[in-house]
């Protein structure tokens, strides 16, 4: 059983564009992170929320962590080739991460 | 910097071999962990170490083993490999709290023949 559903799982989009990337769960999580992984490489964390409603800015990302902690959201303003890469989310149960689907962003120049 | 290193990029096996996958860490971390990751599915736990010598089996730890004697290396077993453990598998480790921030290798994408 999936605990962790991302979407869209596919993201095409031009430079410029602005997009949102959604983390939901039906479970409550103590803190959530988000992680990139480029081709060929491992999972690199970006950021992680941990209070409800919480909202953190990393340059042109932005994240929320929903005011039930069940979910979670990653917003990318003005989209560049840079940003082309998995996003995963993750989520923080008892003695481990859940993570999500993940979601293939590609950003086209 | 940071570093986990896995032994193999690619590897290539046969049905019904015993494959070892290696992965160490140079940070001195206490928690080292084992993942596949397929299309669709994200990344699912293997088995995971909060210890030398400790392991604990993940979400779907059906056909693997692990060995952990030493605090920087952690090995990930496949007793006898099948097709359907065709994946890409990454090893990662983090510090003190297991479900805290987790620093990943580049990965081994392991085909069964």
């Known amino acids: 059983t999936q605990l962790l559903e991302q979407s869209p799982q596919f993201l095409s989009i031009q430079e410029g564009e602005n997009l949102t990337v959604y983390c939901n769960s039906s479970s409550v999580f103590s803190s959530l992170q988000w992680y990139r992984q480029e081709p060929g490489e491992g999972p690199v964390l970006l950021v992680t929320?941990?209070?409800?409603?919480e909202v953190k800015k990393l340059k042109r990302l932005t994240f929320q962590f929903g005011d039930a902690r069940k979910d979670s959201s990653l917003h990318i303003t003005a989209a560049q080739p840079g940003d082309t890469g998995l996003y995963l989310c993750a989520g923080a149960r008892t003695d481990k991460l859940i993570f999500g689907t993940g979601t293939r962003l590609q950003v086209f120049p | 910097d940071v570093k986990v290193t896995q032994s193999s990029r690619y590897l290539v096996k046969r049905t019904g071999e015993k494959v070892f996958l290696e992965c160490v860490q140079d940070m001195d971390h206490e928690n080292m962990f084992w993942y596949r990751q397929d299309p669709g599915l994200g990344l699912r736990l293997i088995y995971f170490?909060?210890?030398?010598?400790?392991?604990e089996k993940g979400d779907i730890p059906e056909g693997y083993s692990v060995s952990r004697e030493k605090k920087e290396r952690f090995s990930l077993i496949l007793e006898s490999a099948s097709t359907n453990q065709t994946s890409m598998y990454l090893c990662a480790s983090s510090p003190g709290w297991a479900k805290g921030p987790q620093h990943f290798g580049d990965g081994t994408r392991l085909s069964i023949l």
């Open positions: 929320v941990v209070t409800g409603g």
């Open positions: 170490s909060y210890d030398v010598k400790m392991k």
